[in-house]
């Protein structure tokens, strides 16, 4: 096993170097000065469109419901385990280039949501398919068809073999594990010389049934259950990150300092400080695209899915999913472990470290704050494994010419996908995940790039008309 989690560290090392970083922050950036600022200028819109649903727009899903579903399938694991692996093994800079890449990304985001709206298709019956496969094929041409099956591929693989299920099932079982039996006392059975407990038996047991119960009902039943789940979830979890941070006000000053330290490799040895500061950046932004999916491609097959007619609005809406997710959740996780210092110390990985943080930082026992931190992953991952399955679903419905069919089978061999996650390494999950994430992000990026001048074109314009059409 060994052996094969070095293989896979060297693929990932490889799909995830300098020119992949530098192709999504060029994205961003580029789309930022093309539309001049617009996530920092119209954020005000996006927050007013995001809970202002069109009265007469077409599509399966309210624009609301499209953000939900997005924002449950990038609220994960990401924003606690994910935040806590980036340090571990980036320093704190890495933080503070997730959240660069995020405010970057949120153009990039914007960019994607206005694409899976103007090149979206709806069938007669009413069902909705778009994302990267269809505005890479309609707005790039049909001779870039291949590049739109390529993404599809990989959207498919991202789903059943990456964020979708082994990574959030697997942070799941930790955080059971390490709440219920953080010792492993309860030992079940033996696999491959590693011990699991009953308390990972019996999580992933679980979350594989309400799995199966509400990924059959479809996207309508995915929908429901994230407007409800997602927005619950995501205000508690922000409202202990808030009190922790209260209750450490005198320590954020340094916390912050140590963050753009780390960022830049200043207090790396003389000579290594450029390579400190490569390191953080490519943990910060692995790890923010793998927390948001801003430039992944992922957004937009849901936003496809969101009854409107504007391009923009939507475009706006979806954009907002990169500011929950990193600018503001990730963001309070990540200030919370480097405060508590809980990620330099010895023998912590993935959900331990976001754990030891907040039994440092919050006035309650220990046993309180890991429970807290129990519940919120487990429901943010759960979610994530919902919105992923629809993903996969509309990838593979797009490379198999909608063959309903393969799809309904796809849904079980998830399901089972599911099952099996706890009982990988944590190392090999998140590799598998990191790779999988980067071959998905470069077609979609390519057609971002193709198609910026269309983006920036409608939306300028837009803007410039805005007072008349409100």
């Known amino acids: 096993m060994a052996q094969f989690t070095a293989i896979l560290e060297k693929i990932d090392n490889w799909v995830w170097g300098v020119p992949l970083i530098i192709l999504i922050l060029s994205a961003g950036i580029y789309l930022t000065v093309r539309m001049r600022g617009l996530q920092i200028r119209h954020l005000g819109k ?104 390529i993404f599809a591929f990989f959207g498919v693989c991202v789903g059943l073999m990456g964020i979708g299920t082994f990574t959030q099932i697997n942070g799941i079982a930790s955080a059971v594990q390490n709440f219920f039996d953080p010792e492993s006392a309860h030992i079940a059975f033996t696999l491959g010389g590693m011990d699991y407990s009953w308390a990972v038996v019996i999580a992933g047991l679980f979350v594989t049934v309400c ?15 994230s407007q409800v789940v997602v927005p619950f979830m995501a205000i508690l979890y922000v409202l202990f990150a808030i ?13 912050v ?3 753009v330290q780390g960022a830049f490799g200043i207090r790396a040895v003389a000579g290594g400080a450029l390579g ?49 997710d990193t600018v503001v959740i990730c963001t309070m996780t990540g200030l919370s472990i480097v405060i508590a210092g809980s990620w330099a110390k ?36 759960f979610t994530t494994i919902l919105g992923w399955d629809y993903y996969s679903e509309r990838c593979l419905e797009y490379l ?21 996650g706890p009982y990988l390494t944590v190392s090999a999950v998140w590799t598998i995940a990191d790779i999988f994430n980067g071959l998905m992000a470069i077609p979609n990026i390519i057609a971002l790039f193709a198609l910026s001048g269309v983006i920036a074109k409608e939306t300028n314009a837009y803007f410039k008309n805005y007072k008349s059409l409100k």
Not at 400 to 420: C, E, G, P
Request: proline share 2%; with cysteine.
């Open 346 to 381: 010895e023998g912590l990985e993935g959900v331990q470290i976001t754990t030891d943080a907040f039994q440092s930082g919050l006035p309650f026992p220990a046993v309180v704050s890991s429970f807290v931190l129990m519940i919120c992953l487990t429901f943010f991952a």
């Open 46 to 149: 996006a927050m007013k469109f995001m809970v202002r649903n069109e009265e007469d727009g077409e599509g399966e899903i309210s624009s609301f419901g499209a953000l939900c579903t997005a924002l449950s399938a990038t609220i994960g694991t990401g924003n606690i385990v994910g935040v806590a692996t980036a340090i571990a093994a980036g320093g704190p800079g890495a933080l503070f280039w997730m959240i660069v890449a995020a405010l970057f990304g949120m153009a990039t985001k914007y960019a994607e949501g206005f694409l899976a709206i103007k090149y979206r298709t709806i069938d007669e019956d009413g069902h909705v398919l778009g994302g990267p496969f269809y505005y890479i094929e309609k707005g790039m041409g049909e001779k870039w068809k291949w590049l739109a099956k």
């Open 400 to 420: 198999s010419n909608r063959n309903k069919t393969l799809v309904k089978v796809y849904r079980w061999v998830y399901i089972l996908a599911v099952f099996i």
């Open 211 to 225: 799995t199966a119960l509400v990924i059959i009902g479809g996207i309508k039943r995915i929908s429901n259950v």
């Open 243 to 255: 009190l922790l941070l209260i209750c450490n006000v005198n320590k954020i000053p340094g916390a």
């Open 257 to 259: 300092a140590e963050i």
């Open 276 to 324: 400190a500061m490569v390191v953080a950046m490519q943990k910060g932004v692995a790890r923010g695209i793998f927390s948001n999916e801003a430039g992944l491609g992922s957004a937009p097959i849901a936003a496809a899915a969101a009854q409107t007619k504007d391009t923009v609005r939507q475009g706006l809406v979806s954009m907002m999913g990169t500011f929950i």
